[in-house]
């Protein structure tokens, strides 16, 4: 390999690991500035959300959810079977359809002596 190839290949590779090691120092800086200012964060928020939901359980304890009224079980219509002769049944018969059968004729050296194949018409 001439000097010249592995001249750029060394620094394509000098290139490539200098902006690694500079986008990994970038992302432990910003990692760092970001871990003092979220625990206060997570606190206010966490009181926010425990402030909310006591007010969500005071709520509850004054109204409790309604219950929905069922109908009287006299009121629901009684089902019948399927199996009753006044139940109309259908019967349904499954009938396949003839295949279809697709031959497509093609010559082979079997039948014309494989002239065609080796370009040897009739007219010669």
């Known amino acids: 390999m001439p000097r010249t190839h592995v001249a750029v290949v060394a620094l394509s590779l000098a290139l490539a690991a200098i902006a690694g090691t500079v ?6 800086r910003l990692g760092q500035a970001r871990a003092g200012a979220s625990s206060a ?4 928020r966490t009181a926010e959300l425990d402030r ?3 007010s ?3 709520e509850l304890r004054k109204t409790p959810p309604p219950v929905p009224k069922l109908p009287p079980a006299s009121a629901v219509p ?4 399927p199996a009753t002769p006044s139940a109309r049944t259908q019967r349904v018969v ?3 359809p003839a295949p279809i059968v697709v031959h497509a004729r093609r010559s082979s050296e079997h039948e014309d002596g494989g002239e065609r194949e080796r370009g040897e018409g009739a007219d010669d």
């Open 78 to 81: 009684a089902v019948r079977s």
């Open 56 to 58: 969500l359980r005071a």
């Open 23 to 28: 986008a990994l120092t970038e992302t432990i």
């Open 94 to 96: 499954y009938v396949r």
């Open 52 to 54: 909310f939901e006591a």
């Open 41 to 44: 964060a997570v606190a206010q």
